[in-house]
């Protein structure tokens, strides 16, 4: 009986690693992802002194003023991206994506 009680013991504790586990799983890489927003813009040419020459972000923008006659229209997704490559990712926006990545997580372990 002894090791029977062990036995269930320690595939509990499995259960549970493997359930923490899998919540880090879906959680890190959200997390990472938020965090990698400012670089990955950087990189794509929305910087914070605007939009690099010769750049993804500079043929995105020379596509969206000829498709709308001479100018980038207000709201429009390079304006957006050079929004957020300039200023970042607000307190705000940051607490909304972690909240929801934290309710993805949880509606995943309960399946663990």
Do not use: D, H, W
């Not at 009986?1 to 880090?24: D, I, L, P, Y």
């Not at 990189?43 to 993804?56: D, E, L, P």
């Not at 300039?86 to 995943?108: E, H, M």
């Amino acid at each position: 009986m002894v090791a029977s009680a062990f036995t269930s013991s320690a595939v509990t504790g499995v259960a549970k690693v493997a359930r923490v586990a899998s919540g880090c799983a879906v959680v890190l890489p959200l997390v990472v992802a938020v965090e990698a927003v400012p670089m990955v813009l950087g990189v794509m040419g929305f910087t914070a002194t605007g939009i690099t020459s010769s750049s993804i972000a500079a043929k995105m923008m020379s596509a969206a003023a000829i498709a709308n006659g001479g100018g980038v229209a207000p709201g429009s997704l390079v304006a957006t991206l050079q929004s957020l490559g300039a200023t970042g990712l607000s307190g705000l926006t940051r607490f909304i994506l972690g909240s929801i990545g934290s309710a993805i997580a949880a509606g995943i372990a309960r399946f663990y």
